[in-house]
């Protein structure tokens, strides 16, 4: 297997399972497990804090002692074996525990495979975009195949798709891999204690982190909520999971064309596209709370998210050294991915409990923040790199 295709096989492999977790474990929590909207976003705030928390400095601490490959196997194999611990029914606490730890070691995973890409980026050349848009397939499969078995066979369903989907990535991680990625952490890498204190120093890094958490985190209703609201519409299970695959099928379709349409743009005009974007595609939900309206908005996940997220990953792979990559994706991973969704999980619960479409709405305020940010600061700070 050449490093192309694992690249693009480890994609599949995570996101499949993230196709199960991200948009359907609220769901799954309420449904299944008869928790309430606001207890369950309680459970999955917890999580993503913990989550943030894992990634800031758990990752980076992992890769000093470890190789990369070494990590990506471990969470994969701990992911798995907390999954399992999910089936016996349990009580609120033991739920909260459970999602907790899960939310802490499960993500993980993310950053390992994306620091693989940047070094294969580095190292081989390959096509990021390529590689990612299966990432989105793998998130595609998995929607589809949760709305026909919830369909079928009722939400508890859930818990064994992602079950089976684990299993499934730690047989593939533990085939053959890319060298690059199996060599051990060097003395030079052991080292780097200091890496945060030097991003950090780092004021273009500063800037484009911070418009990247405030895009990213305008997705916590999204994520969290977008299963329910459709349900509340009285969607049937295996359309929702139609529905939520047009944003996918648009996400593979950008990342499938991004290296050749945006790798001599800059990550300023990138961010101020996905700022617009954002802010058109909350508004939208917020003023017509309907399906259709619903339905349309999801082609512009590929411009709130898919071009937010490729805009801060082309940056780093340009503009950081080697041995920082892993650091920055970690961080990025933390706040950006998780922290930020997680702090804006409680509000837009609590505004759902009120009215669901409020939820949304308050999502526009951290794009639009981030559309003025990047006006802002685009030419003081945001160091372009051709």
Not at 49 to 70: D, E, G, Q
Not at 83 to 99: C, D, K, N, R, V
Request: aromatic share 18%; hydrophobic share 55%.
């Amino acid at each position: 297997m050449n490093n192309q295709r694992w690249l693009s096989m480890s994609f599949f492999a995570f996101f499949f399972t993230w196709g199960v977790f991200l948009p359907y474990w609220t769901g799954w929590l309420t449904s299944t497990k008869g928790l309430s909207v606001t207890q369950a976003s309680i459970i999955m705030g917890a999580g993503m804090i913990a989550r943030s928390f894992s990634t800031f400095f758990l990752f980076p601490y992992a890769m000093r002692h470890m190789s990369l490959l070494r990590v990506i196997r471990w969470t994969t194999l701990l992911s798995f074996l907390i999954a399992l611990a999910y089936l016996p029914e349990s009580p609120f606490f033991i739920l909260f525990g459970l999602t907790v730890l899960f939310s802490a070691v499960y993500p993980v995973i993310l950053p390992g495979v994306e620091s693989g890409a940047s070094l294969l980026m580095q190292s081989e050349q390959i096509h990021y975009g390529k590689s990612r848009s299966f990432g989105s397939i793998g998130y595609t499969v998995a929607l589809l195949l949760i709305g026909i078995v919830t369909a079928v066979w009722g939400e508890h369903t859930i818990l064994y798709m992602m079950i089976i989907g684990l299993g499934a990535a730690l047989w593939f991680f533990y085939q053959n891999a890319p060298d690059v990625l199996q060599a051990p952490p060097t003395s030079a890498s052991n080292e780097q204690k200091g890496q945060l204190q030097i991003l950090f120093a780092n004021k273009p890094f500063l800037i484009v982190l911070f418009i990247a958490i405030l895009l990213q985190g305008a997705h916590a209703s999204y994520y969290n909520y977008g299963f329910i609201f459709l349900n509340d519409l009285g969607i049937n299970g295996f359309y929702i999971g139609v529905i939520l695959n047009i944003a996918v099928l648009f996400e593979i379709l950008f990342f499938s064309q991004a290296d050749r349409l945006f790798s001599e743009t800059k990550t300023s005009t990138i961010f101020l596209v996905a700022a617009i974007g954002s802010t058109v595609r909350w508004f939208l939900i917020f003023l017509f709370p309907m399906t259709s309206v619903f339905v349309a908005t999801q082609v512009l996940h590929s411009v709130s998210f898919g071009l937010a997220h490729f805009g801060f990953i082309q940056y780093i792979s340009k503009s950081l050294p080697h041995n920082l990559i892993a650091s920055a994706q970690g961080v990025y991973a933390a706040v950006a991915m998780s922290l930020s969704v997680a702090i804006l999980t409680f509000p837009a619960g609590y505004l759902y409990d009120h009215t669901p479409r409020l939820a949304f709405l308050s999502m526009a305020v951290c794009s639009v923040a981030a559309f003025f940010l990047t006006l802002r600061f685009k030419g003081r700070f945001i160091v372009e790199n051709s």
